[in-house]
């Protein structure tokens, strides 16, 4: 089985422009979150998604934002990149949400590199 | 809000030394804890994961860790290090509430395995 899938696996961009994102759940997993990590540091949580409902943002500016189709892929849109916007980008799936314990099984991540 | 530190960030050993990896956690109900392995250019690999079934957890590549809740600790072992075990290593909590289920990293611990 395929395990969670993302594109691109890498990506320069410059300041100021817009990049989008794109990641695809294991079959059956109906839950998507996405982590941002920076070079050095653990992954932190931005958004993560169920049903294509908005479940729970962590700390990022409104410049971020994601969506969920119906067929439980994901989305995430960063405007107005910034330099520090510079990292990793993992998305991460899950069976459902608000189910305690349960794992998240992350991809290989789309490096982002803001010049 | 919940969270976890891992000591040391970075780790050296033999090989065929024993592993011993530091993660504490602050939370005021019983947590989720996780460990995930991150190999070079690589997304996070689940090792293992505590839900309170028991306190001592078994998880893939020979990999444990025990729950002491009088020491809020989560320490990664494993009885004999090998160079395949060269990686960097997260220790993570879930933050479960009613928007989500986000994971909560530690800044990691980068594990070195010499010859």
């Not at chain 1, 982590?35 to 169920?50: A, K, M, T």
């Not at chain 2, 509430?97 to 990691?108: E, M, P, R, S, Y």
Request: glycine share 8%; hydrophobic share 35%.
């Amino acid at each position: 089985d395929a395990g969670v899938t993302q594109s691109p696996t890498h990506l320069i961009k410059t300041r100021g422009q817009q990049v989008t994102l794109r990641c695809s759940p294991i079959s059956g997993h109906k839950s998507v979150s996405w982590y941002q990590q920076v070079l050095g540091q653990g992954p932190q949580f931005i958004f993560q998604y169920y049903e294509k409902e908005e479940r729970g943002r962590g700390n990022f500016p409104d410049r971020f934002s994601a969506r969920q189709f119906p067929n439980y892929s994901s989305e995430l849109n960063v405007n107005a990149l910034l330099l520090g916007d510079s990292a990793l980008y993992l998305c991460a799936s899950s069976l459902e949400w608000l189910q305690e314990g349960q794992p998240q099984h992350f991809g290989d991540g789309t490096r982002l590199s803001i010049l | 809000a919940q969270s976890v530190t891992q000591l040391g960030s970075h780790v050296s050993v033999s090989e065929g030394a024993l592993v011993l990896l530091r993660c504490n956690y602050s939370s005021s109900v019983p947590p989720y804890l996780f460990w995930y392995v991150q190999y070079p250019n690589q997304g996070l690999q689940l090792l293992l994961k505590y839900t309170s079934a028991a306190t001592l957890v078994k998880g893939i590549n020979g990999f444990e860790a025990e729950f002491k809740k009088s020491e809020t600790s989560f320490h990664l072992t494993k009885p004999s290090a090998h160079m395949s075990d060269a990686a960097e290593y997260f220790c993570a909590v879930s933050d479960l509430n009613q928007a989500g289920t986000a994971l909560i990293f530690g800044k990691g611990t980068t594990l070195s395995v010499s010859s």
